[in-house]
């Protein structure tokens, strides 16, 4: 079959549109280690009209695109096969007409029903919806900033703050804000994308929030988004805010993850968090000497006794819609309830984001990632099977979210830096996946991160009929990640070539 590379290159070449064919080896995986190969080209589009000439180009010629923001996603969504193309997202909005990164944009706000809201008039909203209209390759981290002197927030932000605020759209990403504002299907009003059409391109904008709610967690499956209106949030003062941590030691892990479970349940009928985040204690967390291991408040929860298991929750919510949760704690022997100044509540997430795959000299191998936990009693069933599996092997710890409605867990083995812990690694992700993902535990996979390579051939016969006719409406020619849409996937794991 002819390459058709050569030809898309000199077209990019006389539209004055930046693309690589030889620097393509940092694009063959992503987060999730995974990998189909090394691509062919990497486009990097500037702005909205370079988007419609790429994807332009590529509906004439049937070229298939694979859309690509940070590559912070862990379910290989945005590594394209052998030799094909990738659109690199993240300049989008955020550049100049040179492809460089100057200061930070200034959004647009907008109600839910699309009316704008002048920037001095954002406090007179505090209780109304609200959102900001941003680019496709703002991440959240940025927009916090932007936000930060106008006494607003994201209302959503994934542990990997860097990552797009598209490719968190298209990935359904949840974070801290989850548990009252909902992932990312739930807090975007707004999309404009560049669509495929028979002979060429248009830039299509969605208003209608069960198709946008429908698109959310596409994968780059619809086209590419150039632009998007995501819900922010007021800032809330340190008066207003409660800030606490639970913890519950028991030397059973299984009952462990009963009791927590238990509280879990009953916390979440009277309170509303904001942020609610938990992990297994874990010492390897540490360098010898760490100094937050004298730190008066969290030094004391990484000291139990050998052969008992720890279990730290982390909550932060609205001073009133937090109000009973000491009273829940008190219901629970096991459980100790302490409240604590926004700093120490700082350190400790970031302490937890860091446990997702910090462990000093050692690389966290992802795999079993975002397994949903439907109904926190199977906690206990859930934290026997990954610690039966996993004990004694490497190191590595639970952590998660607690959503309304469920928990999300992931496990990330961490090995250190050879051929034979990285095949250990990923054989401990696999034989976690089959045990947990299973009828048997309750649990869904990657509802929050997407399925990626797996898309298709995970999906129910309901599922698969949905994702077609969203194909037919928005990608009609049907260049935007075909490979997704298989029953069979290619999923390789990119260290092996490593052990191999
Ligand atoms: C350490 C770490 C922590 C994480 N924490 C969380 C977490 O707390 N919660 C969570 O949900 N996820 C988390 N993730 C996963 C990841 O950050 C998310 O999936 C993220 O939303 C992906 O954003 P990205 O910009 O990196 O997109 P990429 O990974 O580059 O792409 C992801 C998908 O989005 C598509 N895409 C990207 N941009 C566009 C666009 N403009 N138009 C159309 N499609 C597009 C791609 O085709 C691909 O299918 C974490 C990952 C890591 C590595």
Redesign the pocket.
Known sequence: MKNLIPDFADHLKTAGIAFDTRNVTPYAS??SFLTMGKPGLIIFPNDEAQVLEVVGYASRNGIAL??????????G??IAPEGGVI?I??R?GVVNPFGRRLGLPTPRFYTAAGTEILRDALDSHRNDEVYARVG??L?TEELDRILLPLGWQCAV????G???????????????G?PKYG??QNVVSYLK?VVSRPGGAEVVTVTDRDTIRDLAG?????????ELDVRIAPRLSKQELHSSFCSCLIDDVETLGEVVGAFMVEMEKVTRPIIAEFMMADKRLFKPGDKLLTHPEIGPLFDYPEGSYKFIMMYQGRRDEMAELASVANRFPKVTFQETGTETFKILLDLR?AA??KSPGRV?I?GF??IYVQDPRDLGRVLKAIYSITEGSLPGRPIG?QYTGGL?I?YRPLASLNRAEYKLAWELTQRLCAEVCTERYNTVKRR???L?LELYALSSPAERARLKALKARFDPVGI??PH?MSESPDIRFVGDKLYA
């Open positions: 992503d987060a694979t859309p690509r923001a940070k590559g912070s996603g862990t379910a969504a945005s659109v997202t993240d989008l496709a390759g991440s932000v994934p542990s990997s860097w990552s797009t605020i598209a490719g968190n759209f298209a990935t359904n990403a949840g974070g801290n989850t992932t990312f994308m596409g994968q780059g499956l619809y086209g590419i988004i150039t984001k997702t795959g966290a992802p990632e975002d979210h999300v992931h929050e991160h997407g990626g935007f990640q997704l």
